[in-house]
């Protein structure tokens, strides 16, 4: 059995490698539908892409990335949400990784939220 000191020290590792940041109203935050419908439609993929590109990016002071289970919008899985300080809540539907990689570099770094990709824009009937 590890000592509980051990225990924090790889908790603490673990969340700086993916990004992770426990809830701070100045971060934005990036969540990501990992229920089964999000995994079966390809979201563990498109949580690796975001993590991974916030990391290398150098951008975990400003964003954390995690994982939430069912968003409740199952036919419109890969659902990823950004959160960001005194705005309105982005969801984007049907994500994959490259269009994450651009939601990284047109919203999260460039400001403009990705229309195209988002619920609002989606055919909702």
């Not at 419908?37 to 150098?58: D, W």
Request: proline fraction near 3%.
């Amino acid at each position: 059995m590890k000592s509980l000191a051990e225990l924090k020290a790889i908790r603490e590792r673990v969340q700086n490698q993916v990004g992770m940041r426990a809830e701070d109203h100045n971060h934005t935050r990036v969540v990501v539908g990992m229920a089964t419908c999000g995994i079966a439609s390809g979201a563990r993929p498109v949580l690796s892409t975001l993590a991974n590109a916030v990391q290398e990016k150098g951008l975990t002071d400003k964003i954390s990335v995690t994982q939430t289970g069912c968003i409740g919008l199952c036919q419109y899985e890969p659902i990823v949400e950004v959160m960001e300080p005194g705005k309105d809540k982005v969801t984007y539907i049907k994500m994959n990784p490259d269009k994450a990689l651009e939601v990284i570099e047109r919203h999260l770094i460039g400001g403009h939220v990705v229309e195209e990709y988002t619920l609002n824009h989606a055919d909702i009937k």
